[in-house]
């Protein structure tokens, strides 16, 4: 599998990955919790493809997602970050990529993932950009072209894992919840609604997606200047 290496000189609003720059930090240890606790999830099966989402935009996932990407790959497995938010794109940011290239083009065949997939600075970590955003992401989403990739991925990835839009702004992460191993569901303290939290845990439990934790994001810690991420199963 041939991989590309597509740095952007031209990106410049570059998500912090606290795990990458600062691997020994307070919040860097509570990503590798969250690790554990998704690896302890399930004791019939492993985990092999994830979801993080939110209920509303600015609550963190990206961020989190991320984050966890480079935890997953610092464990020596082959992870692959993908960026299924079509509509509103970010990852490529993170990673300083281009995207021009990515799964739009992989689901309508117009590239093998071989040719859209970036590696990293993080070694075993590789990125699906979203590519050129669709009319029509969530038909994308569930389409057999999507099940087809997801069997390929597989094959050459220990770790899947996605971003994708808020539950409670479009459909296409409950599309997608029904077809992941585990849904992980980021809220802001102080920003998300109880009742949009409890509403978006409905709907990814209609999707029958499997719902394995929260993590609270921006709670500040009393009496420490750090704020830290947590999960809760």
Do not use: W
């Not at 912090?16 to 720059?21: E, Q, R, V």
């Not at 691997?23 to 990503?31: A, D, F, K």
């Not at 493809?49 to 497995?77: C, H, R, W, Y």
């Amino acid at each position: 599998m041939v991989l590309k290496t597509k740095k952007s000189k031209q990106v410049t609003n570059k998500r912090n990955l606290i795990t990458l720059t600062n691997s020994r930090s307070p919040i860097s240890e509570q990503y590798r919790t969250i690790r554990t606790n998704i690896q302890f999830s399930s004791v019939d099966s492993s985990i092999r493809s994830l979801m993080v989402t939110s209920s509303g935009p600015g609550e963190g996932k990206s961020t989190t997602i991320a984050n966890l990407a480079v935890v997953f790959a610092q464990q020596d497995k082959r992870v692959l970050l993908i960026d299924a938010d079509m509509r509103k794109p970010t990852v490529h940011y993170t990673f300083q990529l281009q995207n021009h290239m990515g799964l739009t083009n992989v689901l309508t065949k117009q590239s093998a993932i071989s040719e859209a997939v970036n590696k990293t600075d993080q070694e075993n970590l590789f990125v699906l950009t979203s590519g050129p955003i669709p009319p029509n992401p969530a038909e994308l989403l569930g389409s057999k072209a999507m099940e087809e990739f997801m069997e390929t991925a597989y094959k050459e990835f220990d770790m899947i894992l996605f971003d994708t839009p808020p539950v409670l702004a479009v459909t296409d992460a409950q599309i997608l919840a029904n077809k992941c191993d585990g849904t992980i569901l980021v809220v802001s303290s102080g920003k998300t609604e109880t009742e949009a939290a409890v509403k978006t845990k409905e709907h990814l439990q209609a999707a029958k997606g499997k719902l394995l934790g929260v993590v609270l994001n921006q709670k500040k810690v009393k009496d420490s200047p750090y704020y830290y991420y947590y999960g809760a199963n």
